[in-house]
């Protein structure tokens, strides 16, 4: 079995900055990708950035430029580093692991970013 386990979100200011942290636990396979996904009261749960063992790291149009993704392969944790946050990054944040046809999900955590 797979778990992960999510810290950092909470309420912050516009342009403030917010450090996200998934730590993967259990049978986890190697190579992987690690990630987060977020989703918003309404809206589809979609992709915020993703980072592959091998390397390779991926992010959503709207938060490249922003949104830092890193990841410990030791430890199989993942982090996202969320700067000049605005409101529309309010959402729930999910972290996820995945290789081949699996993929495991955190509980998610909340960001909220408000004045």
């Known amino acids: 079995q797979v778990q992960l386990v999510e810290s950092g979100g909470g309420l912050v200011q516009p342009g403030g900055s917010l450090r996200l942290s998934c730590a993967a636990s259990?049978?986890?396979?190697?190579?992987?990708?690690m990630g987060w996904y977020r989703q918003a009261p309404g809206k589809q749960r979609e992709l915020v950035a993703r980072?592959?063992?091998?390397?390779?790291?991926a992010y959503a149009e709207s938060v490249k430029g922003r949104f830092t993704i890193s990841r410990d392969n030791a430890k199989n944790t993942v982090y996202l580093q969320m700067n000049s946050l605005k409101p529309e990054d309010t959402a729930v944040y999910y972290c996820?692991?995945?290789?081949?046809?699996?993929?495991?999900w955190g509980q998610g955590t909340q960001v909220t970013v408000s004045s």
């Open positions: 996820f692991v995945a290789w081949g046809a699996r993929q495991y």
């Open positions: 259990g049978s986890i396979f190697s190579p992987n990708t």
């Open positions: 980072f592959a063992s091998t390397g390779s790291t």
